[in-house]
Structure formats: structure tokens, C-alpha cells
């Protein structure tokens, strides 16, 4: 019964606010490097307003800074799909890869977020 109450309040905490004020604990959590902390805020604000990216971009910084790599890969790609030109989702997507050790698939993307960039070799 304990349980049941603690993770109740638990999620109630995490949970409690309007999106604006879950947005805003999930950048302290995100800050104060609780990258586990802003995920559990972020998934139940990215359920709630799927089409923005902010809320889905840090959920995916929160995942690649606490190595879970695969469900980063999964938030980058939904925004990818969403919104092909968002440079900083295409570079954190060839991050994730990297770390993952798919160093070939991941170049694909970080040739394009550079492009994107406006980042061009010199002649």
C-alpha cells in the first residue's frame, strides 16, 4: 500500500502543473543534469502536445545524456520526420548514432545538420 501512495505522489509531482510549469521544471530538472528527472516530466508533456518540438527535442537531449540512446534515436526521428530542416534534431540524431556505433547511418545526418547550418567547406 505504501508503494502505491509514494508512486502516486511521485507521479503527481511530476505530472502537477499546467504545461507551462512542467515545461519549466522539466528545463530545472534538464539544468540541474536530473536528465532522468526531465524525462518523467517531458514524456507526459510530449503525450499532451505531440506537434511541439521544444518539449520532444529536450525529451531527446534528457534520453542522450542519461544513454538512452534508443529512445533518443526514436524522439529525433519523429521530429526529423515532422520537420526535415530542424538542423539540431538531424546533429543530435548523428550523435545518438555515433554512440551506438552507427558510424555510417549517423554521418548521413550530421552531413545535412551541417549543411542546414550553413556550414560549407572552404575552398
Not at 501512495?5 to 499546467?18: A, F, I
Not at 537531449?61 to 526529423?80: F, G, K, N, P
Not at 520537420?83 to 555510417?104: C, F, K, N, S, W
Request: glycine share 4%; proline share 4%; aromatic share 8%.
Amino acid at each position: 500500500m505504501e508503494t502505491q501512495v509514494e508512486t502516486q505522489q511521485e507521479t503527481t509531482y511530476y505530472d502537477h502543473g499546467t504545461p507551462a510549469e512542467r515545461w519549466e521544471r522539466a528545463r530545472q530538472f534538464f539544468d540541474a543534469k536530473d536528465y532522468a528527472g526531465a524525462a518523467r516530466v517531458l514524456t507526459g508533456l510530449v503525450e499532451e502536445v505531440p506537434e511541439q518540438t521544444g518539449p520532444r527535442l529536450l525529451l531527446a537531449r534528457a534520453y542522450y545524456h542519461s544513454a538512452q540512446l534508443h529512445r533518443a534515436e526514436a524522439e529525433l526521428r519523429d521530429i526529423v520526420e515532422r520537420d526535415p530542416v530542424e538542423h539540431y534534431a538531424r546533429l543530435m540524431l548523428g550523435r545518438t548514432l555515433q554512440r551506438q556505433a552507427r558510424h555510417e547511418e549517423a554521418e548521413r545526418h550530421l552531413r545535412i545538420a551541417s549543411a542546414l547550418a550553413g556550414d560549407f567547406p572552404q575552398e
